[in-house]
């Protein structure tokens, strides 16, 4: 089923080919909805190419263009753009359609790809914090994104689960351990420890020594740091898991820098081999001469003293996901801090001859109402764990005051949908660029562009049906009177058009904003026309577009992750 921004296109490169006139310009949804529904630019482009009058070339190619069974005859506005009004029984056609698509008119990608996903990737003996959300978020929605466009997703979590700190840990746990408080709360403990070693370490050269001692000893395989090192990381497994549970996210794989340890002299080997790294002042070092920016950025892949670090593991993770598991496309997610060192190894990629499509997908970072890096009275990193128990909180306070009839159990399901849905939409409705403050008033509000505002508008849309007892009825077309009713059924017409361009640059905001839009355009719906009350065949033709938009709404949100409860 193509979409009306497919099929107007294709009509309009057609006419465009009549007219002897080369493809130019866009075909996009009306920046003004007061000029149609769509608009293209072509005349204008083609007229300052060809120095032609843009007006005259549009009235040109307008002559060959039939798209009678679609819109309302085009029009040209302003200094030459052509502007489209969809007909509402074309409209009606389509949405009708949409009834029994389970896919709401999305197509699957033309060529399928498959995709590692290394997003979340938290470090090892330091609690998940607030900055770890929105690359866990970003990645999940767009990992659900290209499953559902057809891609072939592996979810990929890179922990960071080896590396110099692991010096700091074993020493603290065999000289400052506290058994009692390692039961009681594992992962706090092992900070702690982590972070005293820390301290001392830099006031005392000697345990900055014994803390190199531990590390060389687990690298070279000593049992005993290494059952510690094990039980570290179970620990914070344990704790990332907790997270992932409330979070509702999920990986294929977690491989993460451990698993890359034994593979990581044969990459540097081999880099040496084929001359792409070379010997500087005893490391061994990639240059890039040939790149302004990065002239005078050498990438480090082992150090002088014989260390290995995160860059020759994200080296071999290259090998690994294409080699061993076939990806022609790899999209990491990580804080804008990395840009550098992904441009490194994309482009010793590039020179050891992979073709892959690799991306470095970045994200700016939250501030606290401060407009600083978000951080707790302290001083210190916001857990995650507690961050989304307040949420939970939050959001059950609402719930109270709002529906107080539902029941305990009621309460604790919706106000985990409901809190959960908050944090993570208040990510993904942003530009992910962008900074944004994070504040709970906002966020958890009912009005504006909201997670609870998108789960109110599902929820109106249930309560219709559990009102009138009876589900949604089953018919073969709409009938759409009301400009709020045809305006409604344009939006979901759109959906279609929205989710694949999410990937084009890994933006959810998009959908996020379109699904605000679509709520937008239910509830002035649901204000203008009457639904129960109506006459059949309205009432059904209503009540039909009232459960799509309902579906579409839950679908949307599903892609980015996000549920909704049946009442709240
Ligand atoms: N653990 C890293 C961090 O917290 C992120 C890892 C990203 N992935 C990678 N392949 N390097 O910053």
Redesign the pocket.
């Known amino acids: 089923m193509e979409t009306f921004q497919t099929l107007l296109a294709n009509k309009f490169s057609d006419a465009l080919a009549k007219a002897g006139l080369p493809t130019a310009g866009e075909l996009t949804p009306a920046t003004d909805a007061r000029f149609g529904d769509y608009q293209t630019n072509a005349a204008l482009v083609l007229g300052k190419q060809r120095g032609e009058n843009p007006r005259t070339l549009a009235e040109k190619i307008l002559a060959g263009l039939d798209v009678s069974d679609l819109c309302e005859p085009p029009t040209v506005a302003g200094a030459g753009f052509i502007n489209f009004t969809l007909r509402s029984d074309a409209v009606a056609k389509k949405a009708g359609e949409l009834l029994s698509d389970e896919r709401f008119g999305v197509a699957k990608a033309s060529s399928t790809k498959r995709i590692v996903i ?2 979340g ?3 090892v003996a330091k609690p998940m914090h607030v900055g ?1 959300i929105r ?1 866990t978020v970003l990645g999940d929605a767009l990992a659900r994104i290209a499953s559902f466009l057809g891609h072939e997703v592996i979810r990929d979590n ?3 689960d080896w590396g110099t700190q692991f010096g700091m840990v074993i020493y603290g746990w065999k000289n400052l351990l506290d058994r009692e408080s390692l039961q009681r709360d594992p992962l706090a403990e092992i900070v702690r420890i982590y972070k005293e070693t820390n301290e001392r370490a830099i006031g005392d050269p000697q345990v900055r020594e014994a803390c190199r001692q531990e590390l060389v000893k687990l690298q070279a395989g000593n049992k005993e740091n290494i059952d510690i090192w094990n039980e570290c990381v179970a620990f914070s497994m344990q704790d990332f898991d907790h997270v992932y549970r409330l979070l509702d996210i999920r990986f294929d794989i977690q491989c993460g ?1 451990s698993f890359y340890n034994d593979r990581l002299p044969a990459v540097v080997d081999r880099l040496l081999k084929s001359g792409i790294a070379e010997i500087s002042e005893g490391a061994v070092c990639v240059f890039f001469r040939d790149i302004p920016q990065l002239a005078d950025k050498p990438c480090i892949i082992r150090k002088r003293d014989g260390g290995f670090n ?1 860059a020759t ?2 080296v071999a ?1 290259v090998d690994y996901r294409i080699n061993d598991l076939k990806a022609d496309t790899v999209w ?4 804008a801090p ?1 840009i550098l ?2 441009r490194q ?1 994309f482009e010793i990629a590039r020179r050891e001859g992979y073709k892959a499509d690799f991306r470095h997908i970045t994200h700016g970072s939250i501030l606290g109402e401060d407009r600083k890096l978000m951080k707790t009275r302290s001083g210190e990193n916001v857990p995650l764990r507690e961050l989304l128990d307040e949420a939970c909180k939050r959001a059950r306070k609402i719930i109270e005051e709002k529906n107080p009839d539902v029941s305990d159990a009621d309460k604790v399901d919706i106000a985990q949908k409901i809190g959960i849905g908050a944090v993570k939409y208040a990510d993904l409705s942003q530009y992910r660029m962008t900074d944004y403050v994070f504040s709970w008033d906002r966020m958890l509000s009912l009005q504006g562009n909201t997670a609870p505002y998108l789960q109110n508008a599902y929820v109106r849309i249930r309560s219709i049906f559990r009102k009138s007892g009876e589900p949604a009825p089953k018919v073969d077309k709409l009938i759409l009177r009301d400009p709020s009713e045809i305006n409604l059924a344009k939006r979901i017409c759109q959906f279609a058009e929205i989710v694949p361009q999410v990937l084009n640059d890994f933006r959810p905001n998009i959908l996020a904003n379109y699904l605000f839009e679509l709520a937008n355009s239910f509830h002035t719906f649901y204000e203008a026309c009457s639904v129960l009350k109506s006459d059949e065949p309205i009432r059904g033709s209503r009540l039909a577009l009232c459960d799509l938009s309902g579906r579409v709404l839950q679908r949307g949100l599903d892609l980015l992750g996000i549920k909704v409860p049946e009442k709240m």
């Open positions: 290394d997003f990737s938290p470090n770890h690359s890179h922990i960071g820098e995160y593991t994200d993770t990491i997610v990580t804080g990395q060192h992904f190894i």
